[in-house]
T-cell receptor, first 109, second 115 residues
């Protein structure tokens, strides 16, 4: 079956760095997406990885290892506004997104 | 960037009535649109995938006669919740995609409350 695993909740301190991990098992693979979702709002796109390696975009970076079925989202210089849920989604061979349950990130001052 | 709108943002209706939610891609043509439902503190649940001019593909467990989807053009898809009941109360989100490898752009969501 197809499955996405990510931690349910994480807590970090303002100004620090946090890494949110995601492992996936899909029928075929066409890339890994990370989305941010604030409470009561729709998700917004953060990153897309289809090749192995690290993609850096400002304070956010995303890493992919296809052989390990593993990705992580790295958030640096955490700000209070980064408190949100972070959704990992893998695209399968049918170009359908398989969604993780999301990781709720709590930032403390 | 690509913008997707949804209307209405929130709606309250009586049990037994039907509610229509519109999803529009404002500055691009969407080959595929998706409808999701999200209950509090849960992840997105894909309800159906629709391509312009063809019937929607529903996920297992989603009643196609209850959740009617019409994808009339490359910029508009509608979801009609027929004979709504309190258990249909949820956050409904649409997304649009320009191609198979393209990211999904999400609408702001519609919060439905059925009394």
């Amino acid at each position: 079956g197809q499955n996405i695993d990510q931690p349910t909740e994480m807590t970090a301190t303002e100004g620090a760095i946090v890494q949110i991990n995601c492992t996936y098992q899909t029928s075929g693979f066409n890339g890994l997406f990370w989305y941010q979702q604030h409470a009561g709002e729709a998700p917004t796109f953060l990153s897309y990885n289809v090749l192995d390696g690290l993609e850096e975009k400002g304070r956010f970076s995303s890493f992919l290892s296809r052989s390990k079925g593993y990705s992580y989202l790295l958030l640096k210089e955490l700000q209070m506004k980064d408190s949100a849920s972070y959704l990992c989604a893998a695209m399968d061979s049918n170009y359908q997104l398989i969604w993780g349950a999301g990781t709720k990130l709590i930032i403390k001052p | 960037g690509a913008v997707v709108s949804q209307h209405p943002s929130w709606v309250i209706c009586k049990s037994g009535t039907s509610v229509k939610i519109e999803c529009r891609s404002l500055d691009f043509q969407a080959t595929t649109m998706f409808w999701y439902r999200q209950f509090p503190k849960q992840s997105l649940m894909l309800m159906a995938t629709s391509n312009e001019g063809s019937k929607a593909t529903y996920e297992q467990g989603v009643e196609k006669d209850k959740f009617l989807i019409n994808h009339a053009s490359l910029t508009l898809s509608t979801l009609t919740v027929t004979s709504a009941h309190p258990e249909d109360s949820s956050f409904y989100i649409c997304s649009a995609q320009t191609g198979e490898f393209a990211e999904q752009f999400f609408g702001p969501g519609t919060r439905l409350t059925v009394l």
